[in-house]
């Protein structure tokens, strides 16, 4: 799936079905916004745990971005949160970490490697 079949010309975070985030975690930087022990318990494979300010100070505005949490609610909030700040490319799983499982997918225990 290419990302342009999927983006918005709003100004809203882009919706991502677990599929859709599946068939694009390469292209995206994905950022899990629980707590550290949240994370630790299980995220999705490849998911980082930065914050706010990291981000702000690392990532670049263009760079693709799909947030993420346990139901999706957290991770909706950072999501608009970042398009205020200028994001362009801004995604969100939603149902978060419960769907992805629901779906068949595998996650990740213990920190990032």
């Not at 318990?41 to 998911?47: D, F, T």
């Not at 706010?52 to 971005?65: F, G, T, Y």
Request: charged letters at 20%; hydrophobic letters at 35%; aromatic letters at 8%.
């Amino acid at each position: 799936m290419k990302m342009k079949s999927i983006r918005k010309q709003s100004i809203n975070p882009v919706l991502l079905t677990p599929d859709q985030l599946k068939s694009l975690q390469t292209q995206l930087l994905i950022i899990d916004v629980r707590g550290w022990l949240e994370y630790w318990l299980g995220h999705i494979p490849g998911a980082k745990r930065l914050s706010r300010h990291r981000i702000l100070k690392e990532v670049s505005k263009d760079q693709s971005i799909a947030f993420t949490c346990l139901s999706g609610h957290r991770s909706a909030i950072a999501a608009q949160w970042f398009v205020s700040q200028g994001y362009r490319q801004v995604y969100n799983l939603q149902g978060g970490l419960m769907s992805w499982q629901s779906a068949g997918y595998q996650v990740q225990r213990g920190p990032h490697s």
